[in-house]
């Protein structure tokens, strides 16, 4: 009975060891995407990034359900994310108008969905972290 | 909110990992609850006060 209860707490250990390792690893590939998408990086900088991140992103979402602690690292980085989605949705437009007029260049809309889903992806591990570091 | 769990764990001579096992959750969390970075649900807080055998109230309480 000790054994199987000892079992299963090293199991939820790893288990929130790993989401955690993810999490920074997910952080640092966002961070590097913001990078290469503003200075010259390789390509496979790029590439590995996206690879990463992925992964990460698909760890967190699986595995959010550790405990009650992850759970909440994940609701904070979740409301986060809302919250940037709504302000980038209803202000995006009004800047990228301003940015479009200052440098009269007519931007697609596929750089604004893209640019979305980064702005989201990196509110929601901001949330993530700010909840880590100071709760 | 603060609480005295690191003094009750203290108290009993566990490390972290050990009240981990007991409460059912990670070292993580139970780290996170120490150092006041996570208020616990009620399900576990009432966990904890069955574990240490004491009200939830001389456990857990508001910084006022």
């Known amino acids: ?135 | 909110m603060k609480n005295r769990l690191k003094v009750l764990r203290a108290e009993r001579d566990w490390s972290q990992a050990e009240l981990a096992m007991h409460l059912d959750v990670s070292r993580q969390a139970v780290n996170a609850i120490e150092t006041g970075k996570h208020d616990p649900s009620l399900t576990l807080a009432f966990r904890i006060a069955r574990l240490f055998a004491m009200p939830i109230e001389e456990i857990f309480h508001d910084e006022v």
């Open chain 1, 1 to 135: 009975m000790f054994d199987a209860t000892k079992a299963n707490l090293r199991s939820t250990d790893t288990r929130a060891r790993i989401y955690l390792t993810c999490a920074h690893m997910g952080a640092i590939a966002t961070a590097l995407l913001i990078v290469a998408s503003i200075a010259p990086l390789p390509d496979f900088v790029r590439g590995l990034s996206v690879g990463v991140l992925l992964v990460s992103l698909i760890v967190l979402l699986v595995r959010r359900r550790v405990d009650e602690y992850i759970d909440g690292l994940w609701a904070s980085g979740a409301s986060f994310a809302f919250v940037a989605m709504v302000v980038w949705f209803l202000f995006a437009p009004f800047l990228s108008g301003i940015v479009d007029d200052l440098l009269r260049q007519v931007s697609g809309p596929t750089d604004f969905a893209r640019g979305g889903g980064l702005v989201a992806i990196t509110a929601f591990f901001a949330g993530f972290h700010c909840k880590w570091l100071r709760g």
